[in-house]
């Protein structure tokens, strides 16, 4: 909100003068000339009214005299008897300059003189007769930064107006629906509708609903509520690819001088900027799905939020593109990350660690469910070696990679992550250890990046691998990964 000011009171007293210097001689003319050489006080009373009227109209000028300013505009509003506002917006101002006469001197001020294009070869658009040297220095400041943010703007529209370069990534027709098939969004679905339902609470009686599936459950409807809940999930199915197909249709990255730029969407036409400069790592993301016909989905982790509506920090670079492809449209995006390193292996004493490590949360409940559904129920015994076999698959896929200015870390098998962390964008590097990786020499490695929580780690990595790299980030073992 603008704060409108008056001038100091020393203008008011110059004006005054001003204005009574001017009158000096054509009143002593009119005293003279009235006088005929026989003088008398009567022939005072013009010239005092005029001298009153002067004084009584340099005190309301000055009440009447206002200015302040916002981000923008000054505004300056004035008159005795019409009432005059001007507006001027900053990135008008050609130039301020300041004055300071005797009597500004010995009040502290400075008179300012404000050019705009639009005055007259050396007229000012705006006097200000009397104001503090702060005050002025603030309005520099507030002209400056408006004429900054108009440059910039200037320079935004410039760019926005130059022809789009070739976009370095596209999703075709095909790729779009692969993407949304492979995309395993149905439960994000189930879970957005099970949200919805749950504000229903007073309209649908969930208790009553709740005790007809356990009645039939115990009544031997089994199969009906199987079904059910299989028609359910496929409706879920089904709506998440087409909202994925609506939100990847037409993608394309470029990139425009320091800027990652992407556009998507197909109803509603979306476009994220990514300043290169934010980007604090690349992250390869392969769902077992997706590795079976070779495509994968790249990601980007950048200091800022939600750009595209996904996770804080997460941009989606490529929602779908084949593995060989990834190393070049990273390079040509951001050459100072390189997706050839190879990974290193974990040791082998950490595989059965691996391997017995989905049995620590899952036989519990399967013994549980057996017993409860038995006979028939032990047959969800056999998810045992399946649980043993994916562990190994796990310890087979996680790995690490150090070279002097990048980190790469790899863990996950059903979703398989490798991510690539440049040395000057790691925030921390941290290892740990329990008990039970200490008697195997081994420990966790963890490495964070911005924005805050960002965190990617390898568990049971060799201790003096997990060594090696923590040193590596204080600048001790940059040469000898």
């Given amino acids: 909100m603008m704060t409108k000011r008056r001038l100091h009171p020393i203008a008011m007293a110059t004006g005054v003068g001003r204005e009574l210097k001017h009158a000096l001689l054509p009143l002593l003319v009119v005293v003279v000339a009235g006088s005929r050489g026989d003088f008398s006080w009567r022939d005072l009373v013009m010239p005092l009214l005029v001298f009153a009227y002067t004084i009584v109209a340099g005190v309301l000028s000055w009440v009447r005299f206002k200015y302040g300013w916002d981000g923008q505009t000054l ?57 503090s040297r702060e005050e002025v220095r603030r309005l520099q400041r507030e002209i400056e930064r408006a004429k900054e943010q108009a440059e910039a703007s200037h320079l935004q529209n410039e760019r926005e107006n130059q022809p789009l370069p070739p976009p370095l990534f596209t999703l075709s027709v095909k790729e779009v629906w692969l993407a949304a098939v492979t995309s395993g969004g149905a439960f994000g679905v189930v879970a957005a509708v099970w949200a919805f339902l749950s504000q229903l609470g007073d309209l649908i009686p969930y208790e009553a ?21 299989l028609v359910a999930l496929l409706a879920a199915y089904g709506v998440a690819i087409g909202q994925n197909m609506i939100r990847f249709a037409s993608f394309a990255v470029r990139r425009q001088e320091d800027t990652i730029v992407i556009t998507r969407g197909w109803l509603e036409r979306q476009t994220v900027s990514v300043p290169i400069g934010r980007v604090q790592g690349v992250m390869i993301h392969e769902s077992w799905l997706r590795r079976l016909f070779g495509y994968a989905t790249v990601s980007l982790i950048h200091a800022g939020g939600a750009l595209d509506g996904g ?124 008990w039970w990786q200490q008697r195997k020499r081994l420990a966790t490695i963890s490495a964070a990046v911005m924005p805050l929580g960002t965190r990617v780690c390898v568990v049971d990595v060799d201790e003096e691998n997990a060594a090696l790299i923590y040193r590596w980030l204080q600048g001790d073992g940059r040469n000898q990964a």
């Avoid at 506002?85 to 005797?102: N, V």
């Avoid at 399967?366 to 310890?395: C, N, S, T």
């Fill in 311 to 434: 996770p804080l920090g997460d941009v989606v670079l490529c929602p779908l593109v084949k593995k060989e492809r990834v190393s070049s449209i990273v390079h040509a995006c951001l050459p100072e990350y390189d997706l050839g390193v190879a990974l290193r292996p974990l040791p082998k004493r950490a595989q059965l660690r691996y391997m017995l490590r989905p049995l620590y949360w899952l036989a519990a409940p399967l013994a549980l469910a057996a017993y409860i559904e038995r006979p028939w129920g032990a047959g969800l015994l056999f998810a045992l070696p399946l649980a043993l076999w994916i562990g190994a698959r796990r310890y087979q896929a996680a790995g690490w990679s150090l070279s002097s200015g990048q980190l790469t870390l790899r863990s996950g098998w059903f979703r398989r992550t490798t991510t690539y962390m440049v040395k000057r964008r790691l925030q921390a590097v941290e290892v740990s250890a329990t």
């Fill in 209 to 229: 609903l709740f005790r007809n599936v356990q009645a039939t459950w115990n009544g031997h409807g089994r199969w009906y509520i199987g079904a059910a809940g």
């Fill in 75 to 131: 505004e300056v509003e004035e008159g005795l008897f019409v009432r005059k506002k001007r507006t001027i917006p900053f990135e008008r101002i050609q130039g301020i300059s300041t004055a300071e006469g005797i009597w500004q001197r010995l009040a502290g001020v400075v008179k300012v003189q404000i050019e705009t294009a639009g005055s007259g070869p050396g007229e000012a658009e705006v006097v200000l007769a009397a104001v």
